[in-house]
């Protein structure tokens, strides 16, 4: 079976009236385009694939200015194929409507640019011993009857590609965690259970809840961090706060558990649950997670930045060289039978490590 010839999209932007970044065109667009490097950018520039007010724009380095309208053409790989991989799987529940897994830090939960194998997804697939998931039976869906549409094994829900090019296929997934965030999340084995779920998330009456280890000791030790967040508009890989009315609402509830002096183990509750909620918040309130590389917790935050705590916090990194962020618990209604469903994952060990080095190591002295 031959592969899908790649389809042209267009992506349009207008810079707004009072920006004043003055950046190259490179630089400004790599930060808008999901999953583009900045070699990439270049290459499409000097191809003519940018417009810039009505005229092809060659040049990487031609400096942005306030009002320009940017168009771009990129080409969009087609949908893949997803075929079961073996994959080893911590799965702390499963009947046949629905299953609960431990994501490990690392894994990628659903195919999409740049992760087109190794995901959960793929993982899920051979635990439940299903058959591949092909385009065509992606593309099809709506030609099938109910029982022939429950035939992956996983629900079918969000599997169609959104938009023609588009490669992220996410059967079965009701909820996602971020790649390096480890911990809870439940996948739907099929339409009705998935329905079920995204349900109770839609109205917030799921409880989850987090634990991390953030910079510095949130004083107060409890509370409500309440924003609206939106894609960052200096780097669209990026969520941030806005105005209210600008962005998707956010609430989520801390609560310090045990402070380690220049760090400390929080605990987060979610009320909602946006792109990269708890990583935008905890950085909001100045206590972003530590090892956090898009969110600044991947640097000494609080106290000096040299001698022996640069070393001790550098070895942590490299302990621990992702996010500090774990999915602790997760409850929810079985969208079948209504039983109340409660799970919760020990803390992973890289997290562990960190926490015994904070906890012996008099950190407030060094």
């Keep these: 079976m031959s592969e899908p010839a790649k389809q042209p999209t267009l992506f349009t932007y207008e810079v707004p009236a009072g920006y004043q970044g003055g950046e190259r065109l490179d630089v400004y667009l790599t930060g808008f385009l999901l999953n583009a490097t900045r070699a990439r950018v270049q290459k499409g520039i000097k191809d003519g694939l940018v417009v810039v007010n009505g005229e092809v724009s060659k040049k990487p380095s031609r400096v942005v200015q306030a009002g320009d309208l940017i168009v771009c053409t990129l080409m ?24 609960v897994v431990n994501k490990a830090a690392g894994m990628v939960v659903h195919p999409a640019f740049g992760h087109r194998t190794g995901t959960l997804v793929h993982a899920v697939l051979h ?3 299903a058959d591949p998931i092909l385009v065509e039976s992606a593309e099809d869906r709506d030609d099938k009857d109910d ?28 909820h996602r965690l971020d790649k390096d965030t480890s911990g809870l999340l439940v996948v739907a084995k099929h339409d009705k259970a998935h329905v079920g779920l995204a349900k109770q ?28 967040l939106a894609r960052d508009v200096r780097d669209r890989r990026k969520m941030a706060t806005v105005e209210s009315g600008k ?4 609430i989520t509830h801390y609560e310090l558990i045990e402070p380690f002096g220049y760090t400390s183990l929080a605990e987060f509750r979610l009320e909602t649950g946006r792109t990269h909620q708890i990583r935008v918040h905890a950085a909001h309130i100045a206590h972003p997670i530590f090892g956090d590389p898009v969110y600044g917790g991947d640097r000494i935050r609080y106290g000096k930045d040299e001698g022996q705590r640069r070393t001790f916090y550098r070895n942590l990194f490299t302990l621990l ?5 774990h999915a602790r618990s997760l409850g929810f209604t079985h969208p079948i039978s209504g039983k109340e469903m409660d799970f919760e994952a020990e803390l ?9 080095r904070l906890r012996t190591i008099d950190i407030v002295r060094m």
């Design 201 to 228: 998330f839609a109205e917030r009456t799921t409880r989850r809840r987090y634990e991390a280890i953030v910079w510095g000791v949130p004083d107060p030790e409890k509370g409500r961090i309440e924003t609206d």
């Design 348 to 356: 992973p060990q890289d997290m562990v490590q960190v926490i015994e």
């Design 127 to 129: 635990h439940i011993g």
């Design 321 to 325: 060289p992702r996010q500090a962020l």
């Design 247 to 250: 962005g998707k609402h956010a």
């Design 76 to 99: 969009k790989p087609p949908p893949m194929d997803i075929l079961p991989e073996d994959i080893p799987l911590d799965v702390r529940y499963e009947d046949e409507h629905l299953l």
């Design 147 to 174: 029982d022939d549409a429950s035939s992956e094994g996983l629900s079918t829900i969000n599997l169609a590609p959104r938009f023609e090019g588009d490669p992220v296929l996410r059967p079965g997934i009701v």
